[in-house]
């Protein structure tokens, strides 16, 4: 078989892992609460607390978007995302980056066979439903480069022909926000394609305490189990698309979006705070996040509400401090705050409402 006709198949699931449908079709927004709670319940057999962040993970899932995740060593943020690939169903990677990876090592590459003198294609681990790619920034440029391809087309090249990756797919990155020896900053073309970017914080000591309890023993470890699969999510992301969204409220998220390029552009007597900001694909990230985020809240509608809450993790990746600002030692978060502060909901916006 020659490298041009080379297809890349994937098998199907074990027929335990496929589990039936569970809403009708087109599922209502009701039915969003049921799936979000029956994922989170799984997932938290596994990591104590950290409620937020498996929300915002969910509302990644619906919203067909990839994940950022920042937080000091231990926080569990591999797990984490082990353990949303075990209850969802679904095909999981884990890539470690290091400086010594290579590009070939993620996607895959062309074997030469001596038998038939022909090439064949091997497939990396980037073909898989849901790929960790842990310490992302641990890995040059070149390494790093080979996933923007995967994340906005949702397909690899290899010798010169291009595979579709399964759907669906979704990488989720790590990385430490302290440590610089050895490390690689993402560009900002990287970073602009993670729909969100989370951090994680240490847990209470409440939260520490039942994590001892949960994780102690040496011998025993909190076994999951998959709550749902690939096609139920993909089913779901219809009833996400049916979720209104006002003008009033569009005008809201292209309002907040425009005022961080507003804020990197300099006034009289007022500096620039930002060195660039957001892009157009942030308004969409917003927008379809935002949706996502309403519907597993058992609404129908977007609320201004559910804008702000998204605006730090959606917007904290994609604008840059100026060096006035880091020596005034604010932060994007700071930042993004006194937008949200300053630009003035719509009344329409507020009242919007919309009937299935």
Do not use: C
Request: proline share 8%; aromatic share 6%.
């Amino acid at each position: 078989m020659s490298a041009a006709n080379t297809s890349i198949g994937f098998p199907e699931p074990p027929a335990s892992t496929k589990l039936p449908p569970t809403f009708p079709t087109p599922p209502q927004p009701a039915f969003g609460q049921l799936w979000a709670t029956r994922l989170s319940q799984e997932i938290s057999k596994a990591v104590v607390g950290q409620n937020k962040i498996i929300e915002r993970l969910l509302v990644a899932l619906l919203a067909n978007g990839h994940v950022l995740l920042e937080g000091m060593p231990g926080l569990a943020k591999t797990l984490l995302v082990r353990s949303l690939g075990t209850a969802l169903g679904v095909k999981f990677e884990r890539v470690q980056f290091t400086p010594d990876l290579l590009p070939s090592d993620i996607v895959g590459t062309m074997i030469f066979n001596q038998k038939n003198g022909e090439f064949t294609t091997h497939i990396g681990p980037i073909f898989a439903n849901l790929v960790l790619a842990d310490e992302i920034n641990r890995a040059p440029a070149k390494v790093q480069s080979a996933l923007l391809e995967a994340m906005q087309e949702r397909q690899v090249t290899i010798g010169g022909v291009s595979h579709k990756l399964p759907a669906p797919f979704f990488v989720m990155a790590t990385q430490n926000p302290i440590e610089q020896e050895g490390t690689y900053p993402l560009p900002e073309a990287q970073t602009d394609r993670f729909l969100f970017k989370l951090q994680l914080d240490y847990p209470s000591e409440v939260e520490e305490r039942e994590m001892m309890g949960r994780w102690g023993q040496v011998t025993r470890a909190p076994q999951l189990q998959a709550v749902t699969s690939s096609e139920e999510l993909l089913s779901l992301r219809a009833a996400v698309d049916q979720v209104f969204v006002s003008p009033a409220v569009q005008d809201y998220i292209l309002a907040i979006v425009r005022a961080t390029r507003a804020a990197a552009t300099p006034a009289p007597g007022k500096p620039a705070t930002l060195s660039f900001g957001a892009s157009p694909r942030a308004s969409l990230a917003l927008y379809q996040s935002a949706k996502a985020l309403a519907w597993i809240r058992g609404e129908n509608h977007v609320l201004p509400a559910h804008v702000q809450e998204l605006v730090p993790d959606v917007l904290r990746h994609r604008i840059g401090l100026t060096y006035e600002a880091e020596a005034n030692e604010q932060t994007p978060d700071s930042i993004l705050k006194d937008l949200i502060n300053t630009t003035r909901i719509p009344q329409e916006a507020s009242a919007a409402r919309f009937k299935l």
